[in-house]
DNA sequence: GCAGACACGGTAAGCGTTTGCCGCAATCAC
DNA sequence: GTGATTGCGGCAAACGCTTACCGTGTCTGC
């Protein structure tokens, strides 16, 4: 007959706990954990011990067991809707830095726009408890969530009403940048200006649409519908797009794209054509992703610091979970966007005669302003 | 005087937990802990009981709770070099599905290289008691890592020796890859194909390279040292690199890259030459990563297909922590490579004359083979 | 010198699970 | 009908931590 001791039924403990350092420390377990936790009540000459205990058996304290008892993980979501844009690498990387820099860790979740990974990843989030989630989709139904996670649950937007109690919204300066972009191209000499949005069902994709939209207007332009195609914030979507525009009777001499992804595209389409860039025609993007300054021509872009809009996010969260946090009420968090000229941008030539598609791999000139 | 009671103690409770479950189904703890679990030993008629009641409460079993007392905790650590180099993003996304559909959470985290922040992220892993780690940075120092965890510690690698008992390693067959890129280049003509390899400190880049030695020796041509040039795996180093080569009396004809941003880096140096790829020069990368058909022209490439290798990834990790994993023996797990051919490549031109770097922006015709 | 105040450390009660052990009831062999 | 066997559910002990409460020791004021 197996003899069922203590010893069997525990399984191979690797690490050492509170108790280890308490009885080396000769203090009690909760010394070691006011210690740990940085109590200021406990006798300097005590807390010595215990940390150089802590050091001695390599304590290290378990965070589920914290997790559970505590009911805070400190673990922050983060929902970019592709990582596979490089523009979301680089924003969670910083996100990241910043969340681990006050002791957070990140579960991160993409959700290629579709509801029903968003609302899983919500669902996983929420079953690993994290503290919070920063929803940076660019356009989520905002709903969803909500109806996903209790009313009092901290969530930060990029780009939406902050409606509830410990909801925090970001706002991007759409406006600023897309209005640098446009008076850049005027500037240039440019009248007939293009724009590619990105899929009409992300918020802020319309945001972008209606600021390109405000500053035509505002400049005494005008911005013809044929001239607003829509895009999929993706490579594809604006190759398609650029196809469409270069369908047209009369071409525009310049372009603006929701993201620097739509960008590319567009020059890809281009480079099918025997139109050059930017001397037939400029080629504007948005977002400043690294890649962007590697384009065959660097791209001129709006630029949308993602380290900005990551420290956003990361103290719009905290200030919704940390109930002393200083800037616990504010509400809103801007994000500003600036033009960053390169080559990719230039004087339109006179009147371009009507040009449909041309044949891919044609010979061509390419000259640069 | 305050009442202490046990309700003013609790913290409010969100979640239904699993009394609430026993309560309503009518049955202990165990019963609920067990139906959830999937333990076939359960009445059927109480297993319906307490799944009816599962769904009225809306229990979802607390993943603290679960982890702090099975001592797993279902993520998976999964360690990459750069997640803003645009491969590993469409890598971690593989990853995610497939661990996800496995019922994993995955902890991601980049070291840049960094052996600083390789250190305190493994050490944020073990902390979060992930079950196992997969490491993709493609050249970590294994050293180091072996240093933090136990011995037992389930762990797979890029390309390494397994020989540590509960190591895995993915054999990425890069000589095959490599071997027909070089043959390609040979059969249109090439002779003098330069390489770019990755930092040399990373074993894999060292891989590659001399994989690409092994392939021109094979083939009868010569590799001379001045052709093998370090980059650093990203775009400014392909670009450096390729100056390099530029500022040699014999210029390639034709240039391996050991990654795909490396070539990019490549493109955008030949673009501020008169050289033009691929009427004068032969570009090829490494990765096949989406953008490598964006391009321009689009890249020829050795695709290491990252659906593969994220499939390898999890099933080896799963092979070293699920005791009854059907291949848990297997210590190697491969990874094939095959070359894409697009349109960076072409014919070389006859005998080209010795050629410096020419200044940016000057004109240039492009033509296609 | 003594009562009261105060500071600080220890005890123990949880947090929400999993799981070994035990006991009850039902089944079976004879 | 009895005893042995089996199946299955409940009890309770962990897992490692935080923290309310309490007790002890020291200090202060009179």
């Known amino acids: 007959m197996r003899q069922t001791s203590k010893a069997q039924r525990n399984r191979r403990r690797v690490t050492a706990n509170i108790h280890d350092v308490a009885k ?3 203090v009690s377990i909760a010394t070691v954990s006011r210690t740990v936790n940085r109590i200021a009540t406990v006798d300097p000459v005590l807390a010595n011990r215990v940390w150089k205990a802590v050091d001695e058996v390599g304590y290290v304290p378990n965070t589920q067991a914290r997790a559970l008892v505590s009911g805070r993980s400190r673990i922050l979501g983060l929902i970019v809707s592709d990582i596979t844009n490089p523009f979301f690498p680089e924003l969670v990387q910083e996100f990241e830095n910043l969340a681990v820099a006050q002791g957070y860790e990140v579960m991160i979740g993409s959700t290629s726009n579709d509801p029903g990974r968003t609302e899983s990843l919500i669902r996983r989030m929420l079953q690993r408890s994290v503290d919070g989630v920063a929803v940076m989709t660019f356009g989520i139904d905002q709903e969803q969530v909500h109806k996903l996670v209790g009313p009092e649950f901290p969530l930060v937007f990029s780009d ?6 410990n909801v925090r919204a970001l706002k991007v300066n759409y406006g600023e940048g897309i209005r640098q972009a446009v008076q850049h191209l005027a500037a240039l000499g440019h009248r007939r200006i293009a724009f590619i949005s990105g899929p009409l069902r992300m918020r802020t994709a319309v945001t972008r649409r209606d600021a390109f939209r405000k500053a035509m207007t505002e400049l005494g332009l005008v911005a013809p519908g044929l001239y607003i195609v829509e895009g999929d914030h993706k490579m594809e979507g604006g190759k398609a797009a650029m196809e469409k525009l270069l369908a047209q009777a009369e071409l525009p001499t310049a372009v603006i794209c929701s993201n620097d992804m739509t960008a590319i595209g567009v020059l890809h389409a281009l480079d099918e054509t ?3 860039v930017p ?5 504007v993007g948005f977002d400043d992703i690294r890649l962007a300054q590697f384009m065959l021509p660097p791209l ?3 630029q949308m610091s993602c380290k900005e809009l990551a420290a956003a996010a990361v103290e719009a969260l ?3 979970i940390e109930p002393d946090h200083p800037q616990s009420p504010q509400k809103e968090w801007p994000v500003a966007t600036r033009l960053v000229v390169r080559r990719s941008t230039g004087f339109p030539r006179g009147t371009l005669p009507a040009l449909g598609k041309a044949s891919a791999g044609r010979g061509r000139a390419k000259a640069r302003a």
């Open 24 to 26: 080396r420390a000769r």
């Open 160 to 165: 939406a009403g902050p409606d509830r109690p």
């Open 274 to 276: 025997t139109l050059k």
């Open 279 to 283: 001397a037939d025609i400029s080629v």
């Open 300 to 302: 001129t872009t709006v």
């Open 318 to 320: 905290r200030a919704g």
